[in-house]
């Protein structure tokens, strides 16, 4: 043990020495002593930034250092198995996250690089002061950090107050080096010193807070030789108090982070999450936003790293001191260590072996205490109005402003009062629930013109460009945007071209939500600039060299044009797509004219001509490049304005015709697409006449192996095919033939998209040249090995057969097409099989009709066979396959086959797989459906109570045919089965009447009909109006459902006495219940209702003057169904009596008794017409009280859309009003209609 | 019933941004539907209107009219069109509060 101190004081070069008297210095780690230390160029001070005067002489040296030193930091890198082992240190700590892909990921970190580059677009400074600082040196050594994945500093921190620390002269400490890695970060100065010993040698390490330090404190010199170690110390560091925390960028860095700023790597930079820091070019560290600092520490690898220290602590070697005390003094002997021995001992452990601490501390409670959060830069207690808000990490960062509580707005200047104000207003739009947000929200928008719009910008830009965004964060923030950009108006107009920085990438999102916010905002933002600003910011990026910026550029003039018009728009990209300049200007202008047909469709049509007027050169430009998009650009011109517009491209034709002689590859791709979307719009004759133009070079092209021109070739000849000129002959002589042999080969069934492209250009040749033809040529393949190929020769025979049926194919084709059917049917795998052989054999059988008939046998042989097989897909696809056939098998007489089937399906009610189960019911449900309850095999009486217990099954698909069949038997076949048994299901079905499933609800309710019809309606109705007294809402709802189809299917008399004997119980839930079933009840019944009104008559009366709010809702619901029912038959002395019980409901305010309260008016205004209605609202339309006035002109809107015509007659004589004119006399007749006055 | 453009209509703090719209796009697509704002001119001038427009889509209506004044129906029908208009004349002028006092 003795030899690890002695073996350090040799000082190897590849050893590091620590906690020895005499060489404290890590020479690997910090170059060796000697020549490294006579540098003099070193900047002597550890932060250059704590006087103005100091800096700018710093960052001076700094800038001049960084040009001239780089290559030295090579030999400052950590040694590599220190990275590893602290890598792998942590991955142990860190296991893989097993939720970490239902982790919210950020924007960043599902892009893929195209769309990254988003974010490295420069924000440049939005004020001309910070211009001004940008032009300062400092901007280089910002650049420098950004290279390091380091947050930039931030210039515009509050000067330092005089008792904090500053660096000490270098005079003071001259063995100090200034360690040129170590990034002027003005938060390292604010370290808060510890408590540290000043006796110890210079190159002492500085105690970490974990280990409490056991040397006396005399003073306090304030020595920021921390940040010297941050670098070598990837983990250990971060679980310790001191002035780690301070910079929170450097300890977020994880160790692969570390390495890549040592091995200036930018793409492992880009990476890690402290990363990918949006460049910031020439003034942005001016913008000074908190977002740069987005580096966070994770609290699991705090904790890790504490762990790890506490480890370490516990194993470091034994020194010279404690050996000392252990052992006696004689008797043994000091040995000097075998030049050979080599400790294994790291640096990182090294770094933990302090003299300071004698003994290993004892085991802590891991508390969370505030020191902890403090570490993670988290405040300790937050202000009271951010109290409840829930926090990410990363926004202890970003909105560190309004976190402190003890920091008070009152003593700061006005200009910071508005920004911590708009900061605290993000961060509850973030963060805050919804309510929270709402009122935010509000505010911020109300306040947007006081804040103004730079501080407003200032702070939301940036935010939406930081790499750590959610989708969540981003639509809230660009809601933000949007709304202030509708107060602020005509004031965005200098800070246009920072919000389309911003929001140009979210054009190309892959998100939708995403590009249709991103459209919205430059929609409205071109609206509140106007069409000038917009141009003159954006002109500049139209030509630039980045390809992303000119196709963001592009979509966001397709945004504006669809914003402000195309006419508007014409001049500029007409000046744009002819410019002499540069052929990334004419791209970009044909881009934007390709996007604003996208986006506007058929909308580009009144300006057809001039836009491809504008285009039209494009098609021979010199630039590769610009023939293409122009191609593209008339796809998407012709695609929109079909199936108009041919006129407008007979300009193009010509070019585009001998483009594609000319032109090869890519370029003659987009010239066929082009002319795929422009043959469809001409007449006839012409298309059949350019359709055989194009297709000597279409045919050519089918063999091409690039499979973007596979997918375009497939489209044109489906377009061309399509066309009504283009003759059957033709295309079954010169186009069907080449086309089969070249597209209809195994490899184009593998790729997703040329599958498609086949099976629907097919279907379009089938419709061109007929069946027969076609499915002569795919039938033999219908064998063939491959499964995908087979898979798609299904799937075009099922469209093909789907669409045209299969009269024009004789008996042999017929013959071959089943076999065929049948082997694929059967060849079917048992996964990954997406039913296509089902689906083509039932839709051909289908087809075949009364033809299918000799081949039943054969395929009800082969489902008997296949319900046997093991695998459970197999067995359902013959269930289905039953399903599917029972009509045919019905149409061709095939009954006995029939109920043969039917009984082995009963036999195989016992399946266990759910959904195979659910398949074999809904096969027997299409076979009684076909066969009749009466001829059913097996007989009913046997069925239905093997059905009972399936019942209980909680499948979906099981519940929903098994209800559904014994629906079919309740209602055709009651009587088989005794009123006992049909009383069990009843009790069954009041479960099934809350399944989550709506189409399961429904045929409960319907079966409820049916049994009641068929054993009375007395026992079902007991049964249910119980049921009325459970808490579940959702039971009780479909309980008054049932209810009403009972009353309908059983007539209503026999259930309404009970119902009313009912309502008078007094019980809240019964009452409703009751009302809430007469609502539905009026609404089956309709007209019958009339019979009944004059006796619910009473009771309604007594709901509606209840107290309880829900009971009058129900009630006008109900009022307003019988309404609608009764109309026409004479019972307007019954309605208006309920209507004057309705009509003091009017001003209730909650918007479910509200709704209902206006439509019971308005049905009443059906059935008594608007005139009484508009009696009742005269007195109210101009009543002195504006709330008064509200609801009558509400409801008077209501009668005056429904019955406009009616309210002429009973508009009242305005004679009474009296009104002065200009010449001051009073008139009183002038609002009379004279006319009504005229009598023969 | 013509298309007029909207009247402005009188603030309502009774009603947030969604119904506004709504209400908004309501008289936007039916002229002659109101609100509290509503003034006792513009509802009768709505009133004519919508009659006048009845009575020419019913020929006996016209009939009827130009029997009883004595002219024919093609004036009948060109008075009522004149009348379309203005049929009230033009709205009152807004009394200030002090002619209220006075």
């Given amino acids: ?1240 | 019933m013509q298309r007029t453009t909207l009247r402005t209509m009188a603030p309502n703090n009774q009603q947030n941004g969604g119904s506004f719209s709504q209400l908004e796009s309501l008289h936007a697509r039916y002229v002659g539907t109101g609100h509290a704002g509503t003034t006792q001119h513009e509802w009768a001038t709505n009133q004519h209107r919508d009659s006048i427009a009845c009575y020419l889509g019913r020929p006996s209506m016209l009939q009827y009219f130009a029997v009883a004044e004595g002219i024919s129906m093609g004036r009948v029908k060109l008075n009522l069109l004149e009348k379309m208009h203005r049929p009230c004349g033009e709205p009152p002028k807004k009394k200030s509060l002090d002619e209220f006092a006075k």
Avoid at chain 1, 163 to 183: E, F, G, L, Y
Avoid at chain 1, 649 to 672: E, N, Y
Avoid at chain 1, 854 to 873: C, D, E, F, H, T
């Fill in chain 1, 1 to 1240: 043990m003795r030899k690890s101190a002695k073996e350090t004081e040799q000082g190897t070069a590849a050893r590091v020495a620590f906690g020895t008297e005499v060489a404290g210095f890590d020479e690997e780690l910090y170059g060796a002593p000697g020549p490294l230390r006579a540098r003099d160029d070193y900047v002597t001070s550890i932060n250059p930034q704590e006087s103005d005067a100091e800096k700018q002489k710093d960052d001076d040296v700094d800038a001049a250092f960084l040009q001239s030193k780089k290559p030295a930091s090579a030999s400052i890198t950590a040694p590599q198995y220190l990275i590893e082992e602290a890598a792998a240190a942590s991955a142990k700590l860190n296991p893989q996250d097993p939720f970490k892909q239902f982790m919210p990921k950020t924007i960043a970190e599902q892009q893929n690089s195209y769309l990254a580059r988003g974010l490295k677009r420069v924000l440049s400074p939005l004020r001309a002061q910070h211009a001004a600082d940008a032009s300062k040196p400092a901007g280089s050594r910002v650049e420098q950090n950004v290279a390091n994945g380091k947050p930039p500093a931030t210039p515009d921190k509050p000067p330092l107050p005089p008792s904090t620390p500053t660096a000490i002269p270098s005079t003071n400490r001259p063995k100090r080096k200034r360690r040129w890695d170590v990034v002027a970060d003005t938060a390292t100065t604010v370290t808060k010193t510890q408590s540290e010993d000043s006796n110890l040698p210079p190159n002492a390490v500085p105690v970490p807070d974990v280990l409490p330090p056991s040397a006396p404190s005399s003073t306090k010199p304030p020595i920021p030789k921390a940040t010297r170690w941050d670098a070598p110390i990837p983990t250990t560091t971060l679980g310790s108090r001191s002035r780690w925390d301070a910079t929170p960028g450097t300890m977020s860095m994880s160790q692969v982070t570390k390495k890549s700023r040592w091995d200036k790597t930018p793409m492992v930079q880009a990476a890690t999450t402290a990363g990918a820091t949006p460049i910031l070019g020439a003034g942005s560290s001016a913008v000074n936003t908190p977002f740069v600092q987005n580096g966070a520490v994770p609290p699991e690898l705090v904790n890790a790293s504490r762990w790890q220290a506490d480890i370490e602590m516990r194993n470091r070697p034994i020194t010279d001191q404690e050996l000392d005390e252990l052992l006696p003094s004689d008797g043994y002997t000091i040995l000097e260590p075998p030049t050979s021995y080599k400790p294994v001992q790291t640096p990182a452990r090294l770094l933990m072996k302090t003299p300071a601490v004698p003994q290993t501390p004892l085991y802590n409670l891991p508390t969370e205490s505030e020191v902890a959060r403090e570490t993670l830069g988290i405040p300790v207690e937050l202000p009271d109005t951010l109290k409840s808000i829930q926090m990410k990490p990363e926004d202890y960062k970003n909105f560190a402003k309004v976190l402190d509580k003890n920091s008070k707005d009152e003593d700061l200047p006005a200009e910071e009062q508005v920004e911590r104000k708009i900061m605290r207003l993000l961060l509850k739009i973030k963060n805050g629930t919804p309510n929270v947000r709402k009122v935010a929200m509000r505010q911020i928008s109300e306040k947007a013109r006081e804040f103004g719009a730079e501080p407003l910008l200032k702070q939301i830009l940036p935010l939406l460009m930081s790499p750590t965004l959610e989708h969540q964060e981003r639509h809230l923030y660009v809601k933000v945007v949007d709304r202030i950009l509708h107060k602020l108006g005509e004031l965005v107009r200098p800070h246009v071209r920072h919000i389309l920085v911003v929001i140009e990438p979210m054009l190309i999102d892959d998100d939708y939500y995403a590009r249709v916010e991103g459209r919205e905002i430059i929609s409205n933002l071109a609206k509140a600039a106007g069409l000038p600003t917009m141009i003159s910011t954006m002109r500049p990026d139209i030509d630039h060299q980045d390809e992303f910026v000119r196709n963001t550029t592009a979509r966001a003039f397709a945004v504006v044009t669809s914003a402000l018009g195309i006419p508007s728009m014409l001049p500029f990209l007409r000046a744009v797509c002819g410019s002499k300049k540069s052929w990334e200007a004419r791209h970009t202008g044909i881009k934007t004219v390709q996007q604003t047909a996208i986006l506007m469709g058929v909308a580009v049509l009144p300006h057809l001509k001039e836009l491809v007027e504008i285009i039209q050169s494009g098609l021979l430009d010199e630039q590769g490049k610009v023939r293409l998009i122009t191609a593209h650009a008339l796809a998407n011109l012709a695609e929109a304005s079909a199936p108009y517009g041919i006129e407008s491209f007979d300009p193009v034709l010509a070019p585009l015709w001998q483009g594609i002689r000319l032109h090869r590859g890519k370029t003659l791709a987009a010239f066929l697409k082009a002319i795929g979307f422009i043959i469809p719009l001409m007449d006839p004759e012409y298309a059949n006449h350019y359709a055989r133009e194009v297709n000597s070079i279409l045919i050519r092209e089918f063999k091409s192996p690039d499979e973007e021109m596979k997918t375009v070739v497939l489209k044109v000849v489906m377009q061309c095919v399509s066309c009504s000129g283009v003759e059957p002959r033709y295309v079954r002589e010169d186009l069907a033939p080449e086309y089969f042999r070249c597209f209809w080969i195994r490899r184009m069934a593998l790729d997703r998209r040329n599958f498609r492209g086949v099976v629907d250009t097919t279907l379009q040749i089938a419709m061109k040249i007929g069946v027969s033809d076609v499915l002569g040529r795919l039938v033999g393949d219908l064998k063939d090995e491959s499964d995908p190929y087979r898979r798609m020769v299904l799937e075009t025979v099922e469209n093909v057969t789907d669409k045209l049926g299969l009269s024009d194919i004789n008996s042999a084709l017929e013959a071959r097409l089943i076999d065929g059917l049948l082997f694929a049917f059967q060849a079917q795998g048992n996964y990954n099989d997406s039913g296509s052989a089902l689906r083509a054999l039932s839709v051909v059988i289908r087809k075949l009709d009364r033809r299918a008939k000799p081949y039943l046998n054969q395929i009800v042989g082969i489902i008997k066979w296949r319900l046997n097989n093991k695998s459970a897909k197999i067995r359902e696809h013959a269930a289905d396959l039953v399903c599917k056939i029972a009509e045919v098998m019905k149409v061709c007489g095939e009954d006995a086959l029939m109920g043969h089937m039917g009984t082995v399906l009963f036999e195989y009610l016992g399946e266990e797989f759910p959904d195979v189960l659910g398949s074999i019911l809904r096969a027997m449900k299409s076979i009684v459906e076909v066969i009749g309850i009466n001829d059913m095999q097996p007989p009913i009486n046997e069925l239905l109570p093997r059905l009972t217990p399936i019942l209980k099954n909680r499948h979906e698909k099981v519940q929903e045919n098994c209800i559904i069949l014994v629906g079919k038997i309740a209602n055709k076949g009651a009587h088989f089965v005794s009123p006992k048994e049909w009383m069990r299901i009843c009790f069954e079905l009041l479960e099934l009447l809350k399944a989550p499933i709506k189409a399961i609800r429904k045929s409960a309710v319907a079966t409820f009909g049916y049994i009641a019809k068929a054993i009375g309606p007395s026992n079902v109705l007991t049964t249910l109006l119980n049921n009325l007294k459970v808490q579940e809402r959702t039971q009780r709802v479909c309980t008054t459902v049932a209810i009403a189809i009972v009353a309908e299917t059983c007539q209503p008399y026999t259930v309404l006495p009970s119902m009313m004997n009912e309502y008078r119980i007094p019980e809240l839930h019964v009452q409703n219940g009751i009302l809430k079933s007469l609502s539905f009840l009026f609404e089956y019944i309709r007209d019958m209702a009339g019979d009944y009104i004059y006796a619910v008559t009473p009771m309604l009366e007594d709901a509606l003057i209840d107290r309880d709010l829900v009971h009058r809702q129900t009630a006008c619901t109900a009022v307003g169904h019988l309404a609608l029912g009764v109309r026409g038959l004479g019972l307007e002395d019954a309605l208006i009596h309920l209507l004057n019980h309705v009509w003091p409901n009017i001003f209730e305010t909650s918007p479910h008794v509200i709704n209902a309260v206006i439509s019971a008016i308005q049905g009443c205004a059906v059935a008594l017409g608007p005139g009484p209605i508009l009696m009742y609202l005269l007195q109210g339309l101009f009543h002195p009280a504006r709330k008064v006035r509200d609801v009558y002109w509400r409801i008077y809107n209501g009668i005056y859309i429904y019955a406009q015509e009616g309210l002429v007659p009973s508009y009242p004589s305005l004679s009474t009003v009296d009104i002065e004119n200009e010449d001051n006399e009073v008139e009183d007749d002038r609002y009379e209609r004279h006319e009504l006055f005229l009598i023969v």
